[in-house]
T-cell receptor
Framework: AQKITQTQPGMFVQEKEAVTLDCTYD???????LFWYKQPSSGEMIFLIY??????QNATEGRYSLNFQKARKSANLVISASQLGDSAMYFC????????????FGKGTRLSVIA | EPEVTQTPSHQVTQMGQEVILRCVPI?????FYWYRQILGQKVEFLVS????????KSEIFDDQFSVERPDGSNFTLKIRSTKLEDSAMYFC??????????????FGPGTRLTVT
């Protein structure tokens, strides 16, 4: 079974500052993928970034980067130069590489960006 | 850019009624999913669907739920007799593949189901 733990129910960050959202995971799968999704108040789920368990380098997508520490089973999301539009819920998720394994989500972190 | 669409955006129904939530996955995708999110909680997997049959389902997906791909484009979730606790946001998702590289699952905008 897979499990995602997000220990920060809420975070505040000043506009233009960087923020790290924590995510730890547990799995018995030898190969897996880690994902971050953003959910604004409108409710849709927006894919942000993906990290494969065998990827040697940390994933980056624009202002988003994933700090992947495999030995610690952590996959923290770093948002640089925060913007007011970054205020949202952020969900960490994972799935195995086996066919059709569903995404398993954490409880999420609510990020509030302050002007 | 192709996207997953869902209708309706909001559905209000009385307890005991049947509801059908509709999704149109991205056209070249082969794998389809339904997830739900009770207000203020995390997203939970319900069911995955491939090659016109259920691949995997969670314990939430009991006999009250069913899925169908009736016409090659739509993907539906039916709840036969809704309960108050079925009130949630229901997300449809699709992906090109699931093995090998962990392909991204593209989510639709969701249908908010309110059972009164």
């Amino acid at each position: 079974a897979q499990k995602i733990t997000q220990t920060q129910p809420g975070m505040f960050v000043q506009e233009k500052e960087a923020v790290t959202l924590d995510c730890t995971y547990d799995t018995s799968d030898p190969s897996y993928g880690l994902f971050w999704y953003k959910q604004p108040s409108s409710g849709e789920m927006i894919f942000l970034i993906y990290q494969g368990s065998y990827d040697q380098q940390n994933a980056t997508e624009g202002r988003y980067s994933l700090n992947f520490q495999k030995a610690r089973k952590s996959a923290n999301l770093v948002i640089s130069a925060s913007q007011l539009g970054d205020s949202a819920m952020y969900f960490c998720a994972m799935r195995g590489y086996s066919q059709n394994t569903p995404l398993v989500f954490g409880k999420g972190t609510r990020l509030s960006v302050i002007a | 850019e192709p996207e997953v669409t869902q209708t309706p955006s909001h559905q209000v129904t009385q307890m005991g009624q049947e509801v059908i939530l509709r999704c149109v996955p991205i056209s070249n995708h082969l794998y389809f999913y339904w997830y739900r999110q009770i207000l203020g909680q995390k997203v939970e997997f319900l069911v995955s669907f491939y090659n016109n049959e259920i691949s995997e389902k969670s314990e939430i997906f009991d006999d009250q739920f069913s899925v169908e791909r009736p016409d090659g484009s739509n993907f539906t979730l039916k709840i036969r007799s809704t309960k108050l606790e079925d009130s949630a946001m229901y997300f449809c998702a699709s992906s090109e593949a699931t093995s090998g590289d962990a392909y991204e699952q593209y989510f639709g905008p969701g249908t908010r189901l309110t059972v009164t």
